[in-house]
């Protein structure tokens, strides 16, 4: 009779533990989400980066006021590669990551939760 009101006890512990557990991963995922949100814009290049590139060559080549030469620069102009900075990489890297292992705990005190149950 003592090792049933133990083990109830035990159970009534760990359902509560795993409650906490999945109260404080998903208030820590929604703000890991916010934040990668924000940072995985660092991995794309910026549009207004490219339409200043075209405007700008646009009014080189009207400062000229050479029609032979507008024909012959404006089709092989094209903006400078984009490649995102290593910094930016890691950084959402980590943010994934962190991601990953948040949810993977999530599981894991539901399933927790679960077994508690029976």
């Known amino acids: 009779m003592y090792l049933k009101i133990a083990e109830e006890e035990m159970t009534k512990r760990w359902q509560k533990d795993a409650e906490g ?3 404080f991963t998903g208030s820590f995922f ?3 989400a916010a ?3 924000v940072t995985v814009v660092d991995l794309k290049q910026n549009p207004q980066d490219t339409s200043a590139f075209h405007l700008e060559h646009i009014y080189k080549l009207q400062v000229l006021a ?3 030469i507008l024909v012959h620069t404006f089709h092989s ?3 400078p ?3 995102p900075s290593n910094y930016a990489i890691w950084m959402d890297s980590l943010w994934f990551l962190n991601l990953a292992i948040s949810l993977t ?3 894991l005190a539901a399933l927790l939760q679960q077994w508690a149950r029976r």
């Open 21 to 23: 557990i999945l109260i």
């Open 30 to 32: 929604a703000t890991v």
């Open 35 to 37: 934040l990668l949100a």
């Open 66 to 68: 050479d029609p032979n």
């Open 77 to 79: 102009a094209q903006p």
């Open 81 to 83: 590669p984009f490649s």
């Open 105 to 107: 705990h999530a599981v």
